[in-house]
């Protein structure tokens, strides 16, 4: 895969975006001068938004103290992992 992204050995890429819109460029005449621009965003990665919702869901679950933050947010990127390797099959 050419993306661009970070992959492991097993092609599983853990950087793609979860939320991908297409980049846009565009070049126009400013005071004179032209100017390229270019819009858009790849968002947080698809890894990124997996464990954020794994987080939230054990964090609504209150079986989360402050002490166990650290904990809790490792669990939820090897889940985050496993659900990114179980998409890929």
């Known amino acids: 895969m050419e ?3 970070e992959t492991e050995n097993n ?3 853990k ?3 979860a939320f991908p819109c297409e980049w846009t460029e565009e070049t126009e005449e400013l005071k004179g001068l032209m100017v390229k621009r270019k819009f858009g965003t790849t968002g947080m990665t698809l890894r990124d938004y997996f464990a954020a919702k ?4 054990l964090v609504g679950q209150n079986i989360l103290t ?3 933050y650290d904990f ?3 669990i939820s990127y090897s889940a ?4 990114l390797e ?3 099959k």
Do not use: C, L, Q, Y
């Open 3 to 5: 993306s661009g992204h």
């Open 15 to 17: 950087n793609e975006p």
């Open 72 to 74: 809790i947010a490792t």
């Open 11 to 13: 092609g599983i890429d």
């Open 86 to 88: 179980a998409r890929s």
């Open 66 to 68: 402050k002490e166990r």
């Open 54 to 57: 794994v987080f939230a869901g």
């Open 80 to 83: 985050a992992d496993a659900m």
